[in-house]
């Protein structure tokens, strides 16, 4: 059989139970399905530490440290430092999750927005992208980022679930969008417009494992291997092979994450 081809998924939680106690059989699964690189996201303080310490100990893996907007609180002296010393690791590509979610609503809005700002000052000064997580917020989104647009580097709206309108806004703000495995589920017509019509140059694939499982598999835990899925739907959307596709995700993640070819 030929092998696969390359893949990085963008977003996972291998700190989660489903993974925690069995990194090397996930990684090998992966591997198995082309997915060669994995970056793990920290969602607090905690998890991000966690995050940071697995992308030390496997080649990989790589990891970003951040406080999810479910998670979000004003942050005071130590814990921004905390964050900051875990972020500028230097297997610690990025700042996130952070953003804001108006669906779950977990967290008072002017404290999620708060938490946001102070993580985007945070990615501005170390010189890392923003994995950014919003669901039902694009407004008070595109009204803070420009604050900090001129000092962040590009970065990533993971699990985009906007529609093409909100895609274009993303695009133009230089915006990477990672795709997840619900684009190949049968009524994700607005997520599959997208992943038609962006630019290849600015897709990620991404799993956001153990969660939103793509077909076959849906409705079960997710894991990284299945980001081969994710790839194969988006190929098929754009009518490319998907060595192409798996090619300019991978390309661009290394991009946006400045992560070094394995070679
Ligand atoms: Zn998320
Ligand atoms: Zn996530």
Redesign the pocket.
């Known amino acids: 059989m030929q092998n696969p081809p390359e893949l990085i998924d963008s977003h996972a939680h291998l700190d989660f139970p489903e993974f925690i106690d069995s990194i090397p059989a996930t990684l090998d699964r992966a591997r198995d399905s082309g997915v060669r690189t994995i970056i793990t996201i920290g969602i607090d303080l905690p998890t991000s530490r966690i995050a940071a310490d697995l992308a030390q100990r496997y080649d990989s893996i790589y990891a970003t440290a951040g406080i ?1 907007p479910h998670d979000a609180f004003i942050a005071d002296g130590p814990a921004l430092k905390e964050l900051e010393l875990i972020a500028r690791g230097d297997r610690v590509v990025g700042i996130g ?1 952070i953003g804001l979610d108006y669906f779950r609503n977990q967290k008072p809005r002017i404290i999620q927005q708060e938490c946001l700002r102070q993580q985007l000052a945070l990615a501005c000064r170390i010189d890392k992208p923003a994995v950014f ?1 919003i669901r039902e917020a694009w407004e008070d989104f595109f009204g803070i980022i420009p604050e900090f647009v001129s000092s962040l580097p590009p970065s990533v709206m ?2 985009f679930s906007g529609d093409w309108e909100i895609a274009r806004k993303c695009l133009d703000l230089g915006l990477y969008l990672s795709i997840p495995g619900v684009v190949t589920f049968p009524k994700a017509d607005a997520l599959q417009e997208v992943a038609s019509r962006a630019p290849l140059d600015r897709l990620l694939v991404e799993t ?1 494992a153990p969660y939103l499982a793509p077909v076959p598999h849906r409705g079960k835990d997710n894991e990284p291997a299945f980001a081969a899925h994710t790839a194969r739907k988006i190929a098929e959307l754009r009518g490319i092979p998907l060595s192409e596709l798996a090619e300019a995700t991978t390309r661009n993640t290394r991009r946006v994450f400045r992560i070094k070819d394995a070679g």
């Open positions: 999810h999750e997580h993971h699990c956001d």
